[in-house]
């Protein structure tokens, strides 16, 4: 079964009297455990896509399915719960609370879920036990980006949505953080979306949905999957 | 630099709540500001004319005869012959005794005598007689103008009248015609214009008084009743109940009352009003070493035109009543007649200050917002803060842009205050006219108020704002432009940390939000101490009053206490009968007979002489026993109330000795009243007679419920002549009741103004609760999170902060109003009990946590419209 399919979907912004078609009839399915990357350069649409397949935005046409579920048109209420139970998301800056250590920022996500959680063995996961305590900086940018990882982990998601991961990181740290996003997918079976303009970090994915003025332009399904720490950084 | 104010006045937009609390901070800090000392000013304009105008006496003193020098036979004789000759046989046969000790000096003739002789000759016009050749003397001397002032008091029902002869020659104290006409013909009058309109009175109009019918044919103030405290029973003035008449001398010559003359004095020459005499006067008197020496003619002329020359009246005054101790003395008026012409002295002195403080006050907490909102903008801005810097920007250039706020916030308030003010001083004028009967001066704008207001919190907001905002910018450039989390933890987190392990999730959370800024923290703590203190005010003081009234009346079962010119003697059980009289504490004992240190070494006591069998009044202690057998179950028993024994550190067992007329008399501690009233202590009336020196059975003052004495003239002539005044428990009852009726309206104004104020100022910090938070708040959003879970672990973070604030402000208070109530109070050597009950000190938390909830409740719409943008956006 399909957990996403977005049909014949439209976002058009309206700055002034231009509209901006943003995403400009998208069809797509994601299987339940793939990792699929959509590749496409700034004002690409890529981000709207992740807004709008992950509830945060309204589509302006078009219809998004979760788990053959209508999700389009969700109250405020119902959208945010549905986020809650099936989502977790990873920020290019990280979006962690400065003022909680690491520990406490991963129950910051732990709490959402329903089923309890080894705070601890999450942590680990990530590899970020000898850190537990410490603030946010206290730490490297991949260090943070991990802990991201591992609060958005701690509830149990369905899907994870990964805005641009490695976006604010080197190359070997990127790659760190890549090899925790296709660890907790294997193990944890979390279908992941990666979102970024890097072509390197394709080759990670099962499927490459390429992107260009609101539109899938190119869908590359990889035969095997390569590991972060053997692609070509882009 | 402009384009950096531009873009400061741009934000204005996202932060109309913060402006709109600045510009209402500013606005009722200038507007009460501009009211009070508008109002003042129609008040005190006219009021230094007035007095000079109408020439208001500096003093009044009472001529001393010495009935031993100062009447020769010949001249008693001649008296008999004319003034006395028609006299009462009681009075025949005191001046009889009295014209033997004349001839021959006779032990018979005692102060008790001569005390009763006075009061003879007053009520036949020989001691004005004898009184005006002496003070004749002394004005050539210290050239001075007197007149004696005649005042007759009459009490009716619940109206206190006085009544004046109105001449059209007076030399002093001249009355102020506000309307209509003085009387010309027998049995016209004037009355107080307030008193009129409170009563429906208009000119025309009958009015009887003592049941005799007059005609009003105007509307007049006395000038020498500014505030025109009629008598003790009445010391707040009461427009409604209280009046004050002028009629025709032979109307007033046939009126029944009580007479209460005294000479007015006024000094010739040009002297500064603004002396507030009754002030010095009372340190005088209280001053031990005064000088001995008796000054020759010459001296005495050269301290006159050096009064004259420097204004000094209390150096004229003092010199008078030292070298002349034997020729006048200061009146049991002449402290109250000082109070009448000079007390508004201290509204004016009060009103000013009030107003400069509550400026001052309510611009810091301006600041305080001012703070947080700066601090807020540099935080959000430093990315933009760290480019200005490393293209070459001046911290200064960067800083002066964050003066939009104090700016904008100054002006529009200082503005709109003015104008309220302008507004508001009219009503405040009109209470004050409840309160003081002086000619107003018309209203006119004063620039003084009009620049203050602009310009003071202008100059405060804008100069402070600028420090501060030059001192949040003084991070390094690179500092700034850095990427992730820029935020240190500081001590108090750290600490926050280690103390919260206990507690769930959320309240971690919200602890660790708030002390994530020790800044913002201090200013939330502080800002709810102000709070605090304002409401812990408004408590006790709307409670203090009731308390002293309600501890002093309850124990007073008589209607009325009369007190006499003379020593009466008498043992009936129909009413009280009290002897009183005051003695300096010179010594105190302790239980084993050793000296201890005396607190106080000037303090006197007020002795008063009951009986046993006494019905109205009631000596009980805190656990409501009966104290006074305890005063015949040894000898030479005393009891004190609480107000002395705390004062001068006494307790029971204790011996005081007291200076009786320098004779050392001593009695034991029984016990310590619960009151703390004055510096009241009870004795054996017996015993304080036998002290005295009279007859077991003297008395001064008698408690009664007689109803005779409402009314004067249901008494004998006799009976009346021998009263000084009749002090009714109910009138003082019904008086303070009436003001604190207002009072309570003012109370009701002032905790609504407080629970404004905090209501804006917990807005303003809920307000910027979410906007520092919004990051945070929008992930959550993102994450999952409903709106409601998000408030409730965002928007409270400040409640147990805000809590011990409030709980820390109250014996904060209570000691600043001790404080404030010694400092107005002077050297009264009162006691006045500041407390704070448990209930009250509760009701005040809740009214404070109320406000904060409403003002989270109002910020939960700003927090609910924080968009999810938010958290999604890139840096």
Known sequence: ?234 | MDLLILNAIKGLKKKKIQMLGIVVMVLLSTGIYTTMNSAVDRLEDRYYHYLDHNKVEHISLEPTIDYTKDITPSLFSNLRDTKLKEVTEEEGNLLDLYQMCLIQPNEACNQEVYAALEQVFKKYDVYEELGNEKLDVLAKKYDFTYELQKTKVVTDQNYTTNMMPYEEHKKMNLPHLVEGKFPTKAGEITVLPKFASKNGLEIGDNYKINGKQYKIVGFAYVSDYIYPMLSMNQPIFDEKYNNIVFMLPSDYELFDGIKNDTYGILLNGNYDRKNRIANELTRYLEEEDKQEKTLSDEEIESIVKKAQDTGDSMLLITTMLENEKEEIHVGMNTMIRLLRTDAIQMEFKGSRTFAETFLYLLLTISVFIILVITKKRIDDERLQIGVLKSLGYKRYQIAASYLVYPILGSIVGGLLGYALGVLLHEPLTELFLSFYTVPLAGFHLNSKYFINSLMIPLILLSTLSFIIAYFMLRKKPLALLKEGSNLKINLLSKVVTHLTKPLSFESKFRYKLASRSVGKLLIVTLTSFCTGLLIVLILIGSNLFEQLIDQSFENLDYKYMVSYKTIQYSDTTEDDLILSSTMDIKKVLDSHGKEKKLEDDEYSINLTGIDSYTKYIEVKDEKEKNLIPLLYEEDRSIIINKNIAEYMKIKVGDTVVLDNNGTEVSFKIAAIQDDYLGSTSYISRELLSKTLGYEGNAYSMKYTVNEDYSNIKSLDSEEVDSIASVFSIDDLRRNIETQMGRMDAVIYIVIFFASFMVLIIISVIANIVVEENKKTISLMKVMGYQNKEISSIVLNIYTPFIIVAYLLSIPCMIALLKWIITLLIGDTKMVIPITLSPTMAALGLLGLLIAYYIAITLSRRVLNKVPLAVALKRE
Request: charged share 25%; hydrophobic share 35%; aromatic share 6%.
């Open chain 1, 1 to 234: 079964m399909n957990l996403i399919e977005m049909k014949h979907v439209y976002k058009t912004y309206h700055a002034g009297d231009v509209p901006t078609h943003a995403l400009n009839d998208i069809d797509l399915t994601i299987k339940k455990g793939e990792v699929v990357v959509i590749l496409g350069a700034s004002g690409s649409g890529k981000t709207t896509l992740l807004n709008c397949l992950s509830g945060l935005d309204t589509v302006t046409k078009g219809t998004i399915l979760f788990q053959g579920k209508d999700i389009t048109h969700m109250s405020d209420r119902k959208i945010t719960n549905f986020r809650k139970k099936y989502l977790g998301f990873i920020f290019q800056t990280y979006n962690l609370l400065e003022h909680l250590n690491v520990y406490e920022n991963v129950l910051v996500g732990a709490k959402l879920g329903k089923q309890k959680v080894d705070i601890n063995e999450i942590i680990d996961t990530v590899g970020l036990t000898p850190h537990k305590n410490k603030y946010m900086h206290e730490l490297s940018g991949g260090e943070q980006q991990r802990v991201s990882i591992a609060r958005a982990l701690a509830k149990k998601p369905e899907i994870m949505f990964c805005d641009e991961p490695t976006g604010a990181l080197d190359e070997e740290t990127g790659k760190i953080v890549l090899e925790s996003i296709i660890e907790a997918n294997e193990k944890l079976g979390t279908t992941m979306i990666i979102i970024t303009h890097n072509p390197g970090i394709a080759a990670i994915g099962d499927r490459v949905l390429r992107m260009n003025s609101g539109k899938i332009v190119e869908e590359i399904k990889n035969k095997k999957r390569t590991k972060p720490k053997d692609i070509t950084w882009g």
